[in-house]
């Protein structure tokens, strides 16, 4: 079965980047979709087809994809942005959707 | 504004059933794939199963395959996952989410989940 891998953890300071990344095998092949989970809240879409943004998203939240790897970058990270993160495709050789094991952001 | 509400989580016995609800608002549910998203606790987000527009296919993750059902009412915008032979670790909250009118797109729309615990 398709494997996504994001690393447990990143920590930025306010007004930083943070770049979380996304690991499997030709990913760049597949459109990835990115959430953004607080505590105690549903999944939010924060990027979708590898990198378009939802209305209402701000313009700090970007992704890309390509190779083994897809990326989402949050610029001018700020306290609020602290979260747990989950990339997300659908893997067509199996028919199945395929989550991430999700990263969490910290602020310092 | 769109709207997705999940009922039917509870406490059930290991072996034992449950049937989820999600009743959708606010936008043509019939146009749409329906997926259903589950994460334990502590744990992060796992994808369980999904529905095409009319019903007409449905996918599952392996480990709920012949133990979990998920069908929709257009007529009642409202999606279901049938649980049988629940397992501890069914234990989760069950999101229903909005897919898109593809197959495989992204969920911009979600629910706030109901708590399925299986515990003796």
């Known amino acids: 079965s398709y494997v996504l891998t994001q690393p447990p953890s990143v920590s930025v300071a306010p007004g930083q980047t943070a770049r979380i990344t996304c690991g499997g095998n030709?990913?760049?092949?597949?459109?990835v979709h990115w959430y953004q989970q607080k505590p105690g809240q549903a999944p939010v879409l924060v990027v979708y087809d590898d990198s378009d943004r939802p209305s209402g998203i701000p313009e700090r939240f970007s992704g890309s994809n390509s190779g083994n790897t897809a990326t989402l970058t949050i610029s001018r990270v700020e306290a609020g942005d602290e979260a747990d993160y989950y990339c997300q495709v659908w893997d067509s050789s199996s028919d199945r959707g395929v989550f991430g094991g999700g990263t969490k952001l910290t602020v310092l | 504004e769109v709207q997705l509400v999940e009922s039917g989580g509870g406490l059930v016995q290991p072996g034992g059933s449950l049937r989820l609800s999600c009743a959708a608002s606010g936008f043509t549910f019939s146009a749409y794939w329906i997926n259903w998203v589950r994460q334990a606790p502590g744990k992060g987000l796992e994808w369980v199963a999904n529905?095409?527009?009319?019903?007409?296919?449905?996918y599952y993750v392996d480990s709920v395959k012949g133990r979990f059902t998920i069908s929709r009412d257009n007529a009642k915008n409202s999606l279901y996952l049938q649980m049988n032979s629940l397992r501890v670790e069914d234990t989760a909250v069950y999101y229903c989410?909005?897919?898109?009118?593809?197959?495989?797109?992204?969920?911009?729309?979600w629910g706030q989940g109901t708590l399925v615990t299986v515990s003796s």
């Open positions: 030709n990913i760049g092949s597949k459109s």
């Open positions: 529905i095409k527009v009319d019903g007409s296919e449905k």
């Open positions: 989410a909005r897919g898109t009118v593809g197959r495989s797109g992204y969920s911009a729309y």
